[in-house]
């Protein structure tokens, strides 16, 4: 069974910094495009950054120049680096991994980590 877990969410203060890591196992990580999204309460989930399987890189207007994803595969791991955090990036994100090929679609989800961003 593919699992995605997600950790290093937590309260911190505007302006501070957070990195988040999701661990995947039961995939070839290598070959999947890992995503990361959010969900903050009341809204849809929407894309923060993504990482292909050759590392290219998109981001949401909302996080670039603040957010850096980046990826491990010798460790399976994606990475989000969250700095100058704003409330308005308080929300429960999730870790995605997302990979079609021949016709076949494979997206999976972690469980999701809180990140609230308050004084």
């Known amino acids: 069974q593919v699992q995605l877990v997600e950790s290093g969410g937590g309260l911190v203060q505007p302006g501070g910094s957070l990195r988040l890591s999701c661990a995947a196992s039961?995939?070839?990580?290598?070959?999947?495009?890992m995503g990361w999204y959010r969900q903050a309460p009341g809204k849809q989930r929407e894309l923060v950054a993504t990482?292909?399987?050759?590392?290219?890189?998109n981001y949401a207007d909302s996080v670039k120049g603040r957010f850096t994803i980046s990826r491990d595969n010798a460790k399976n791991t994606v990475f989000l680096q969250m700095n100058s955090l704003k409330p308005a990036d308080t929300a429960v994100y999730y870790c995605?991994?997302?990979?079609?090929?021949?016709?076949?679609?494979?997206?999976?989800w972690g469980q999701g980590t809180q990140v609230t961003v308050s004084s």
């Open positions: 039961r995939i070839t990580f290598s070959m999947y495009t």
């Open positions: 995605n991994a997302y990979r079609s090929s021949l016709g076949i679609t494979r997206d999976y």
């Open positions: 990482i292909t399987s050759a590392s290219m890189t």
